[in-house]
Every structure is written in C-alpha cells, then in structure tokens.
C-alpha cells in the first residue's frame, strides 16, 4: 500500500492590514509549521486579501495604500502572495464570499493547469453559486491535487463570530464547516472556550485548527496607528519597506484615524438592515 500523500493546503487570511505588521505574516508561518507537522498537509500557498474600502472601518485608509504596502511586506516571501480581488470590489464583499472566490480560483486552475486566474470562468462559477448556493467543496477533493483552503485568522476574528450582525450565521457555517479554519491564539483570547460555548463551531470543531504562539507577538495595527500619530518609531514592528513607504506617503494622522468615524460599519449596516 503506497504510503498517504500529504493534502496540499493555500491559507487565506482577509482583513484590514492597517497598517500589515510582522504579526500578520508571523501567523502564516505559524499555521504552516502547525499544519505540515500533522503530517498531513503541505502548506503550498498563502494568499493576503486586504477588504476594500466600502468596509467603513474607522480609520481605514485607501486599499491603495494597503495593497502596496501588503506587496512590499511579502516580497521576499516565496510562499505568501497578496490579492486585490476584494479591495477592489465596489461594494462590501462577504468573507464567505472572498471564500468562495478564492476556492473557485484554485479549481480553475487546476482545471487549466494554469498559474493564472480565467477570471471569465471565475465570474461564470461565482455567479453559479450564488444562485445554486452549491459549496464545491466535494468538487475540490475529487482531484487529489487541487489545494485544499482555510481561512487563516487571529482568535480575535473567530471571537467576532459572536458578536450579533457582525456576520451572518449561514456564512460562518460555511467558511468553519465547508472550509476550515486555522485560528493563531493571542493574550486575551481564549479560542478554545470559545468554541466550546458555540454550538456552530463546536459542531465543527475538527475542522478548526487552533495554532499556540509560545512566542508572545502582540503587535496591534492599532498601536502601531497610534505610534505613528505621535511621531514615535514603529521599526521592528512592520517590515521595513513598509516603514518607508508610510514615511515617504505620510500615511496615519490624527486626520486619517477619524476616517469613517461617524459611518456604521458595512456588515452592521447591511445585516442589521435586514433584521
């Protein structure tokens, strides 16, 4: 009997990166460590899907500035790529949506054998599922190799599936139980007891991945927002590329941090809306 092949996995983390710091690229290497020494996976891709800017978050500056910065943060990766599939949406998009995109991607790929994305078939796809509302999940798996993908976050995110219209139920379903996620702990948080009080997860509880990070690494794109508005030095705490970029653009006033202070956030908005 040949031995097992290990599953080939792409990690997708989606968020602000407001600024990206070494944190956010600490949890990859974090999760592919954890992963691969299950014996299970190999870790072959990671994708950083900055949100756009119709997500209203306070103090969100342009995905401009956001994606550049991402760029010049994993250029020296060979592994860990930015998208700006999301950012560049004109409305809101759904994390189970971004999801999806990105999972349809890994099939046309593989169905092309081609690095490159058919966006055409792409759009073809996305708009099938949504009026299917048909995970391909089981599509994936029946080609031993298409990646498998997770939804890579802090214990922060996966808490935030509990605070009410934040998410839509159905989506955290999908993402946690059609997916999977890879949850990288932090001070203050507490993953494993949050599943446990949460059925939905839970019930998916195998599917989660939670990943210790011995090495305390609290940075916080707060903080380091903060820092920059009182002139203090950030360095060490974001990749140096990143530093000169928002020294030479002069990114993160006391201005820009009250960017949509007054605006209700866009899945409050939408989902209360709907309530």
């Not at 599953?7 to 990206?20: D, E, H, M, Q, W």
Request: proline share 3%; glycine share 4%; hydrophobic share 35%.
């Amino acid at each position: 009997m040949a031995p097992q092949e290990k599953t080939k996995l792409v990690l997708l983390a989606c968020g602000s990166f407001n600024p990206i710091t070494n944190m956010h690229l600490r949890m990859f290497e974090l999760a592919r460590d954890h992963l691969e020494d299950t014996g299970r996976y190999r870790v072959v891709k990671g994708i950083l899907s900055p949100v756009g800017d119709s997500y209203k978050k306070k103090g969100l500056i342009g995905a401009r500035h956001r994606l550049e910065m991402a760029r010049l943060a994993t250029e020296n990766s060979d592994w860990i790529t930015v998208n700006d599939w999301e950012s560049q949406q004109s409305e809101w998009v759904e994390t189970a949506k971004v999801v999806r995109h990105h999972h349809a991607e890994l099939i046309s790929s593989e169905d092309n054998d081609n690095d490159d994305v058919d966006t055409v078939r792409c759009g073809k796809r996305r708009k099938l599922e949504q009026n299917k509302s048909i995970c391909q999940s089981s599509y994936i798996n029946t080609n031993a190799d298409t990646p498998q993908l997770k939804f890579l976050c802090g214990a922060d995110v996966l808490e935030s599936f509990g605070v009410p219209n934040l998410w839509k139920p159905e989506d955290i379903e999908e993402i946690v139980g059609q997916y999977g996620v890879v949850c990288i702990t932090r001070c203050g948080s507490d993953a494993e007891k949050f599943i446990n009080q949460s059925d939905v997860l839970y019930e998916h509880r195998k599917n989660i991945h939670v990943v210790r990070e011995w090495v305390t690494n609290e940075i916080s794109a707060t903080h380091v927002r903060r820092a920059l508005r009182r002139g203090q030095s950030v360095r060490y705490l974001l990749p140096d590329p990143v530093v000169r970029y928002i020294r030479d653009h002069s990114l993160y006033s006391a201005e820009s941090e009250q960017k949509n202070a007054d605006v209700i956030l866009a899945p409050l908005q939408r989902y209360t809306s709907t309530n």
